[in-house]
Nanobody
Framework: QVQLVESGGGLVQAGGSLRLSCVAS????????MGWFRQAPGKEREFVAG????????YYADSVTGRFTISRDNAKNTVYLQMNSLKPEDTAVYYC????????????????WGQGTQVTVSS
């Protein structure tokens, strides 16, 4: 079992920044990558960013490339999502997850999820 706890969400004005954190605990030895997904009301969960646990390769959705940065601290079992130049369309619940798969962008390949953290961007 892996437990994931997200934090860092909140209310911010358009153009502002937030940094999300996700702390993993438990049996993380089989984790290939961690990712951030988001779900807005009435929409499906979508991939935002991912990072491999060793090597640190990163992946981004087109909608956030150049604005968001994913990083990791292996010693702390923590993944971060730095979000800059936020837009109202970034408003969603953000979830982090772990996957043993190389298909980092595919949510159905993830085996554990956190409870989510709300990000609201006002215009």
């Amino acid at each position: 079992q892996v437990q994931l706890v997200e934090s860092g969400g909140g209310l911010v004005q358009a153009g502002g920044s937030l940094r999300l954190s996700c702390v993993a605990s438990g049996r993380t030895s089989s984790t290939y990558a961690m990712g951030w997904f988001r779900q807005a009301p009435g929409k499906e969960r979508e991939f935002v960013a991912g990072i491999t646990w060793t090597g640190g390769s990163t992946y981004y959705a087109d909608s956030v490339t150049g604005r968001f940065t994913i990083s990791r601290d292996n010693a702390k079992n923590t993944v971060y999502l730095q979000m800059n130049s936020l837009k109202p369309e970034d408003t969603a619940v953000y979830y982090c997850g772990t996957t043993p798969s190389a298909f980092v962008r595919m949510g159905r390949r993830y085996d554990y999820w956190g409870q989510g953290t709300q990000v609201t961007v006002s215009s």
